[in-house]
């Protein structure tokens, strides 16, 4: 009989052992991935894809979440108990304004965050559950961007006067590095530099733009001139995920980018008549 409860309790304690330390596993893959929302459940119970020209991503570490909603970025505070996973009311979020449809998702994407209650994680994918135990959000590991061939849309600006920037026309600026020639717009002019590389080491120059005035918005011609005195004072670059920033030679911010998500404007393509 002794023997008998005693193997009980060693097959208890072995199995508990091996469940903390699936629980374990699970939570380290949740908090050192970075994820990017593939789909979610609308209110009539159907499985919906992103829309095309958004973004939603999210990442976790030490009981604090942060991310982009599609048009805000969102941040707040979790817990986590074996499978167990709630995001704390409220969730905080900028007050940015994007269109309609691209607004009504993350406002239904931040209502379902709202309500999940537990997760699952393997090697490629993260799904939240809600209180019923139903899958609603769907996210996979989002992979760091490349330099190259990618769009990008400028988030903050070096303004050469100590503070590094952002207005609601800094959006306006683009750029794309392909092939040795950097090509965009810098919120008025289309503009052309070439570009060499060595590593993460980046020339830009001499820059090129086209001669026209916009009087709106309001002082985007001084924007303008002062990304390009950023982009030609840069000379190391830094990817993360969705994310670029160019930094000069002490190291200080010029410009920072996001992937831009939205469809090609019709003035960028092609080369800059220059």
Same mark, same amino acid.
């Given at each position: 009989?002794?023997?008998t ?5 060693s097959l ?6 091996i469940?903390m330390?699936?629980?374990a596993s699970q939570?380290?893959d949740l908090?050192?991935?970075h994820w990017q929302l593939?789909q979610?459940?609308?209110e009539?119970?159907?499985t ?11 990442r976790?570490s030490?009981g ?6 599609g048009?805000n970025?969102?941040?707040?505070s979790?817990?986590?108990q074996?499978?167990k996973?709630?995001?704390a009311h409220?969730?905080?979020s900028t007050?940015?304004?994007? @269109?309609?449809?691209?607004?009504? +998702? !993350? *406002?239904? &994407? /931040? #209502?379902?965050?709202g309500q999940?209650s537990?997760?699952?994680?393997d090697?490629?994918t ?10 609603v959000?769907?996210?996979g590991?989002q ?5 190259e ?5 400028a ?7 100590g ?5 609601a026309?800094?959006e306006l600026t683009h750029?794309?590095f ?5 090509t965009?717009?810098g ?9 060499t590389?060595e590593?993460n ?6 820059v090129?733009t086209?001669r026209?005035?916009?009087?709106e @918005?309001e002082?985007i011609m001084q +924007? !303008? *001139?002062e &990304? /390009? #005195?950023a982009?030609?004072?840069?000379r ?7 994310k670029l920033?160019?930094r000069d030679?002490?190291?200080?911010l010029?410009?920072r980018f ?7 404007d ?7 008549p220059?």
């Open positions: 009989m002794k023997k409860l005693h193997t009980s309790i208890s304690v072995i199995f508990g052992s469940a330390t699936a629980d939570a380290a908090e050192t991935k593939i979610f459940l609308d009539s119970g159907d919906n894809p992103l829309l095309d020209t958004s973004l939603i991503d999210m976790l030490g604090r979440f942060s991310g982009v909603a048009c970025s969102y941040f707040g979790y817990s986590i074996g499978e996973l709630t995001f409220p969730i905080g007050m940015k304004i994007c @269109p309609e449809p691209v607004m009504e +998702q !993350e *406002q239904a &994407y /931040l #209502q379902l965050l999940i537990s997760y699952h994680v090697d490629e993260l799904v939240l559950l809600n209180q019923v135990q139903q899958p959000l769907k996210f590991i992979q760091p961007a490349e330099l061939k990618t769009r990008w849309q988030a903050a600006i070096n303004n050469g006067r503070g590094v920037v952002s207005s026309s800094t750029a794309q392909i092939d040795g020639k950097l965009g717009n919120g008025c002019n289309q503009y052309s530099a070439g570009y590389l590593k080491r980046i020339t830009i120059g001499p090129m086209t026209k005035h916009c009087p @918005p002082d +924007q !303008e *001139q &990304y /390009l #005195q982009i030609t004072g840069t190391i670059f830094t990817l993360g995920t969705s920033e160019l030679e002490t190291g200080a010029q410009v996001s992937v831009k998500l939205d469809a090609e019709p003035e960028e393509k092609g080369q800059p220059l």
